[in-house]
Antibody
Framework: QVQLQESGPGLVKPSETLSLTCTVS????????CSWIRQPPGKELEWIGY???????NYNPSLKSRVTMSVDTSKNQFSLTLTSMTAADTAVYSC?????????????WGQGTLVTVSS | ETTLTQSPPFMSATPGDKVTISCKAS??????LNWYQQKPGEAVNFIIQ???TLVPGIPPRFSGSGYGTDFTLTITNIESDDAANYFC?????????FGQGTKLEIK
């Protein structure tokens, strides 16, 4: 069973760029669509987007201008970059993979990591 | 963008009860709806896919129904371990969207 672990800074200053990495173990990420989801405190979940190992991406239009996702198959990792961070971006960020062999929706999730935007 | 309206936002149940959670879509999404279980500090659990299909390893006390715009998650014979936040996700169109969640408390 695939396991996912997010890593990155817990604190980011306003206007800075957030970089998070998701390390996948138990299977090759080439078998999955890889997604990022976030949940601001007390608010509902927001789908950020996904990336496939061939570089195909799909981003939420609400974040598209600030989001970049990438994948490193040699390390079995995928990453999220979010620019121009503001307090509104404070959230628990989670990575997820889709069903093995197909489906771009989240199936297996990481535990999530809290990112706080503050000076 | 498809809005998912989930209800109720909070519910309380006693072990052995049956509960139902509703998720209504603002447009037809066929059966492209999943259900998830979220417990504090844990990874989210994927429990129902394509509206009605139980994810392998999930107990059959959980079931899903619906098509189009109206969907329901049903949990029968509630156990204390079922205390969690439950939410729906539509993957029919982009951007994927989530329901607001239902917090289930077990008395």
């Amino acid at each position: 069973q695939v396991q996912l672990q997010e890593s990155g800074p817990g604190l980011v200053k306003p206007s800075e760029t957030l970089s998070l990495t998701c390390t996948v173990s138990g299977d090759s990420i080439t078998n999955y669509f890889c997604s990022w989801i976030r949940q601001p405190p007390g608010k509902e979940l927001e789908w950020i987007g996904y990336i496939y190992h061939n570089g195909r991406t799909n981003y939420n239009p609400s974040l598209k201008s600030r989001v970049t996702m990438s994948v490193d198959t040699s390390k079995n990792q995928f990453s999220l970059t979010l620019t121009s961070m503001t307090a509104a971006d404070t959230a628990v960020y989670s990575c997820a993979t889709g069903p093995r062999g197909g489906g771009s929706y989240p199936a297996g999730w990481g535990q999530g990591t809290l990112v706080t935007v503050s000076s | 963008e498809t809005t998912l309206t989930q209800s109720p936002p909070f519910m309380s149940a006693t072990p052995g009860d049956k509960v139902t959670i509703s998720c209504k879509a603002s447009q037809d999404i066929d059966d492209d709806l999943n259900w998830y279980q979220q417990k504090p500090g844990e990874a989210v659990n994927f429990i129902i896919q394509e509206a009605t299909t139980l994810v392998p390893g999930i107990p059959p006390r959980f079931s899903g129904s619906g098509y189009g715009t109206d969907f329901t998650l049903t949990i029968t014979n509630i156990e204390s371990d079922d205390a969690a936040n439950y939410f729906c996700l539509q993957h029919d169109n982009f951007p994927y969207t989530f329901g607001q969640g239902t917090k289930l408390e077990i008395k």
